[in-house]
């Protein structure tokens, strides 16, 4: 199904997002944890590959897993990296013979060990060019995009970004993703000022659980999303007590998400990290009557 048929008669969608596994034991646990987060009913789950394409083939057999066997509701990440117009045309025509019907349009992360992002030779500098070329061959995917409530990387400034993001959407973006972040005002913010930019489409909160000191290091310079003083005090005072760590970390997250749909917001989507402890107590302890 269409994400954006389930918005017509779903206010609020919950959606985990998993990335492939890199190697058999990784593949156990992976089930595992998926059959676990299975029985939450999520509304989509959304499928990811590393940087600079290199598990795109990991990617599509997933998708095609978790979509024709499993039965779930499922978004395969295409990013722009490597992708000549040759290429994401055949990879297009692969996603839709699989019976995708929900795409996440990425313009992807640069190569390890790499600092820039270079496009390829016939290949696509920004998202926006991304979704424009799958409408142009006529299509019929839902497409989801990024947005980042603290400024893209690489946007010289707020407006910028804005104003690429609406590109996007006016390209053929149906919805949108947000990047992880950690106080919900800056969530707020950004959605009023896509409003004012003429950005109409649901734009949904992403949310990352601490559950590591290193997983949060990791995660923030990544994103760079601002840390509150109160969970990085927090989570350095116990850095090493990784119990005290995961505790605290699911204790703001909850607290994150209750006010995050509290004040309006369209739903949340988690990223898991392959893991479903974490997002699997989070989802319970708020379905909680």
Known sequence: MKITELFKN?????????FPPKDEISAVDFGINVGTLLKLAPSFVTVTYG????????????????????????????????????????DLQALQQMGMENLMLLRGDPPAGTTAFAPPADGFKYASELVAFVKAQGFDFCIGGGAYPEKHPDAVSTGDDIRRLKEKVTAGA???????????????NFVAQCQQAGITCRIIPGIMPVTSYSQLIRSTKMSRAAVPPELEDSIKTYENNPKKIYQTGMDYAIQQCRDLLLMGAPGLHFYTLNKSRATVEIFETLMQK
């Not at 779903?10 to 998993?18: K, L, V």
């Not at 394409?53 to 990991?58: A, D, I």
């Not at 149906?174 to 800056?186: A, K, P, S």
């Open 10 to 18: 779903t206010p609020r969608t919950y959606s985990f997002e998993f």
């Open 174 to 188: 149906d919805f949108l993703i947000t990047q992880l972040f950690f106080i919900n005002e800056i969530y707020f």
């Open 51 to 90: 940087a600079g394409g290199s598990t795109q083939e990991r990617t599509f057999a997933l998708v095609d897993y978790l979509k024709n066997k499993i039965g779930l509701n499922t978004m395969a990440h295409y990013t722009c990296i490597a992708a000549s117009r040759e290429k994401t045309l055949h």
